[in-house]
């Protein structure tokens, strides 16, 4: 089994979710911030815009509140032990016959993790 090209999918895998988490908060900020400046165009004088202000923070609040921000720290972990085993696999030729077990053990280990979430 080649657990280098695997491990380097790991990483892949763990950066484009990063991403997706940071987009996602990024545009509810965007949509947050529109609900306010909207709010206050349309909010010229009759005195609505700060319950609309207090509407549109507490919906940001709400969604922001469901994404799982949360989940960035461990996946970066996961990607810091994933480099490490790739970098280990594409110099596993060099390794001693034991630290190659030991290694694979190891990786087998990280592989039934993977397949637990």
Known sequence: MNFASYFEDQIKIQQHAIR????????????????????????????FAPDLIKIGGGAFTAALATLPYKEIAPRRE?????????????DAEKLPAEELKQLVQVALEAMKENMKR
């Open 20 to 47: 997706s988490y940071k987009w996602s908060i990024a545009i509810l900020a965007l949509i947050g911030i529109g609900i306010i400046i909207v709010s206050l165009i349309i909010d010229t004088a009759k005195g």
């Open 78 to 90: 996961r990607i810091s032990c994933y480099t490490h085993l790739h970098e280990s696999f594409e």
